[in-house]
């Protein structure tokens, strides 16, 4: 091409970057490919992990022999460091670049990845995905932003439909390929495919991704990103020692919850009195941007709390193996690959508070629905569930994270992305907190009873306490048992299996009701017209203008 030409296409790029609402970055749906890829990457790592739980769960050598408890702080130590770190790696990249930060998160999160596939105690794995968590925080602030600075507003809803169904592919080939790893490697191989992923965006983004900063970035907040970590950290503790004490009551369970509340209460008098906060809380009087910040929070919350047990579901009560577990998440992950790109017509129709309501109200269906989902149902009932929950889910999450967006200026078009990704991963460590407490207390009401009346059993308080806390905990100590000649304890087998059924289904029920919540908040605060800077624009005309 002629040196006139390359001129040419590289004065069209500065053009599209510096006004994306009249011209789009001529290689933006590559770029696009290069993002998807780095959301593929965090999210791949989360469902892989679910596959891996039950594993881990065993003995050495086969696994780490990880508790309940340990197995959602290895998830939660990921998601709260990441959430709280969202915003400060958000303005590192205002201010440093996005390319920059995107790379350098990349590489980070490989190699945290390497130091977590080799991980040789439950403590080691929480502080190495722990780790993981902090690269993670540095590669999501860019992307939204970067979706909004090189794709015109029209196009900016398809785009983000594209973004939000790679979530999809992430669910669909995690399990997959984490459980055929399981099959015929050590668990740690799970963490390892995140390495050839990495490389992979790490060449398309160095190679087309345009470099851009805010041109005033905000300044960095030490103290309210401390008071929020502080705050989350010692909120969620005390949610999962209630389940590990089996006592609400108890000063370390409720003194926990109250401190971390008071330290989140802090945070938001912080924010609110200090010149460069990390997080603006003022945005949330914006009743728009607020119930769509609800939606996408509560939508993660459903699926990852429902992801964490049903692992245990699929292969703790009905004996599948890893891989198979894996491809009974398929039709969830394919309803979301499928749907999500196709939302913007459903809001081009009916607009983004109908859909999303509508999608809300579906997810609590379903998850009211699993009440049919037994120790012994056709298997069939499960993906059939599995399947219409990921199809509500997918027309929540672009309409809700397209309003989030469209309701900041562009110039703080990161923040928004900053906040959509900080509560996505905070509901998702709440839903694995409360929902996976809510199904330790249910399973050990029904089965400690049971442990205790075993006969010469010779277990003290503290080991009836454990053994009655998972269903994987009663398998293991049950082997254990029979191994020593008390083939009695076999009997327990068949209750454990019920009482995580009737567990399962006191949680799914509670967090349908919480879904339910969810759609009335949007249903009441998410106006029919979307009301972007400079003037109110119909979400529907402006879907039409994207079909077009």
């Known amino acids: ?60 050598p086969k696994g780490l022999g990880a ?147 805010n041109p005033k970035p905000g300044s960095l907040d030490p103290v309210g990103v401390l008071l929020e970590m502080a705050g989350l950290v010692i909120f969620v503790y005390g949610i999962i020692h209630a389940g590990d004490t089996g006592d609400w009551g108890a000063p370390s369970v409720w003194g926990s919850i109250a401190g971390g509340l008071l330290l989140l209460v802090g945070f938001v008098f912080w924010e609110l009195h200090t010149e460069h906060p990390a997080l603006d809380v003022r945005l949330f009087a914006n009743r728009m941007f607020s119930a ?80 049919f989902v037994t120790q012994s149902s056709p298997m069939w009932i499960y993906l059939l569930i599995a399947f219409f929950q990921g199809a509500a889910m997918a027309n929540v999450m672009p309409p809700a994270t397209t309003t989030v967006m469209a309701a900041l200026p562009r110039q703080i078009a990161g923040v928004g992305s900053s906040v959509n990704n900080t509560v996505r991963q905070l509901g998702g460590a709440l839903g694995v907190a409360v929902l996976g407490t809510i199904l330790t207390t249910a399973y050990r009401s029904r089965m400690q009873p049971l442990v205790d009346a075993i006969p010469n059993s010779h277990l003290t308080p503290a080991e009836s306490h454990y053994v009655s806390g998972s269903i994987e905990a009663t398998q293991q100590a049950v082997g254990v048992a029979v191994s020593q000649g008390n083939t009695r304890a076999t009997g327990l087998l068949q209750p454990a299996d019920a009482s995580f059924v009737h567990a399962m289904h006191v949680t799914t029920l509670t967090g349908s009701a919480i879904m339910v919540f969810a759609a009335v908040v949007v249903a009441l605060w998410l106006p029919r017209k979307v009301t972007q800077p400079g003037g109110p624009v119909d979400a529907a005309s402006r879907a039409e203008s994207v079909a077009a």
């Open 292 to 371: 769509a910040v609800i939606s996408v929070a509560l939508t993660f919350f459903a699926m990852m709390g429902g992801m964490f047990f049903f692992s245990f579901y699929l292969q703790s009560v009905r004996g599948y193996s890893p891989l198979m577990s894996g491809v009974f998440m398929l039709p969830f992950a394919a309803a979301m690959v499928i749907f999500a790109p196709l939302s913007s017509n459903m809001v081009k129709r009916f607009g983004p508070r109908t859909v999303a309501v509508s999608g809300l109200l579906a997810i609590a269906v379903a998850m009211a629905c699993y009440q």
């Open 1 to 60: 091409m002629p040196s006139g030409g390359v001129t040419a296409v590289s004065e069209s790029a500065a053009r599209a970057v510096e006004h994306p609402e009249h011209a789009g970055h001529p290689r933006r749906w590559i770029i696009l490919t290069g993002l998807v890829f780095s959301l593929l990457v965090v999210v791949l790592d989360n469902t892989v992990l679910n596959v891996a739980l039950k594993t881990m769960s065993e003995p050495k």
């Open 67 to 213: 508790s309940q408890s340990d197995l959602e702080w290895a998830i939660n130590s990921y998601t709260l460091i990441f959430a709280g770190l969202l915003f400060t790696w958000g303005i590192l990249a205002d201010r440093l670049g996005r390319k920059r930060i995107l790379m350098l998160g990349m590489i980070l999160f490989g190699l945290s990845s390497l130091l977590t596939a080799y991980a040789q105690t439950p403590a080691e794995l929480i502080a190495a995905r722990a780790a993981m968590g902090f690269s993670g925080a540095a590669i999501m602030p860019s992307t939204l932003a970067i979706i909004a600075n090189v794709f015109p507003r029209h196009e900016q809803p398809k785009a983000i439909g594209i973004w939000s169904g790679s979530v999809g592919l992430a669910i669909a080939i995690g399990p997959i390929v984490g459980g055929a790893l399981l099959n015929n490697f050590w668990w740690g191989s799970v963490f390892l495919i995140n390495v050839p992923i990495t490389v992979i965006a790490f060449i398309v983004m160095l190679i087309l991704l345009p470099e851009s900063k």
